[in-house]
């Protein structure tokens, strides 16, 4: 027995990864609680990509629940163009006691895509104001995955990844394969020296 709103998410919703005219199946959701899933029928899942990775600490967690409702009490959210607020100074601090000197500030963003997206602009309008506007290209790693947005595709693996059909209109990067070093042994110098040698030749791009 499908609930009756499921007919409208057929109808309506273009889910992440799909094709829209495709028939595959969605699963119902009616709540969440630790690494489960209740789907409306009454089964349970376990939820093992944690919301794309963004439910760690699993559902319906009391103390990030907690904190939530808290925070909705005061505000739910405020823009940081020009404004600020406690909670975000306070995280940020704890942030940079977490990392190595010399990071000492911290840019917020809203997913992983747009993190990638902004480091990237980071690094291209530093080469703008040292007057090397020319400087544009990254060097990446051979299959790995950054996003889903423009700029953070263009650095996913344009061979083994899921953003093949877009690569006439990605920016170009430079690719070298990722440095090993099995449990126990010692580190593939082959693939440094290749980084190196990536990054000799490419210097001025």
Known sequence: MHPDWLQIDRDHVWHPYSNLGSDAPVFAIASANGVRLRLEDGRELIDGMASWWCAIHGYNHPVLNQAINNQLQRMAHVMFGGL???????????????????????FFSDSGSVAVEVAMKMAMQYWIGREQPTRQRFITLRHGYHGDTLGAMSVCDPVTGMHSMFAGVLPQQVFVDAPTCPFGGTADRHAIDAMREALNTHQDQ
């Open 84 to 106: 600020t607020h406690e909670p975000g100074a306070r995280l940020a601090q704890r942030l940079v006691e977490l990392t190595p000197d010399p990071l000492q500030s911290v």
